[in-house]
């Protein structure tokens, strides 16, 4: 079993910043990618970024060249700095692990952006 506890969520203003923070605990093995998506109002959930075992990330085209993913393999911890925020970042952000073919969720954190 694994446990996700994000942490880092809060209100901003637009063009802030937050940091989002994501600890695993537990069977912790074989972990193939680790990573963060979002569920805003009235809107589907969507990937944010993910970052693999051996360093690679990817990013929704929405938040290229804002936000930053990284991971400590050894902590088994993910993280998401956000940059330039925007009142259309709102959204609940979940972390994600990724053990194939399982996926375990958190909890999830709010994040509002809004003057």
């Known amino acids: 079993q694994v446990h996700l506890v994000e942490s880092g969520g809060g209100l901003v203003q637009p063009g802030g910043s937050l940091r989002l923070s994501c600890a695993a605990s537990?069977?912790?093995?074989?972990?193939?990618?680790m990573g963060w998506y979002r569920r805003a109002p009235g809107k589907q959930r969507e990937l944010v970024a993910f970052?693999?075992?051996?360093?690679?990330?990817n990013y929704a085209d929405s938040v290229k060249g804002r936000f930053t993913i990284s991971r400590d393999n050894a902590k088994n911890t993910v993280s998401l700095q956000m940059n330039s925020l925007k009142p259309e970042d709102t959204a609940v952000y979940y972390c994600?692990?990724?053990?194939?073919?399982?996926?375990?969720w958190g909890q999830g954190t709010q994040v509002t952006v809004s003057s």
């Open positions: 994600n692990l990724q053990r194939r073919p399982v996926n375990y």
């Open positions: 537990g069977s912790i093995f074989n972990v193939n990618a």
């Open positions: 970052i693999t075992n051996d360093g690679s990330t």
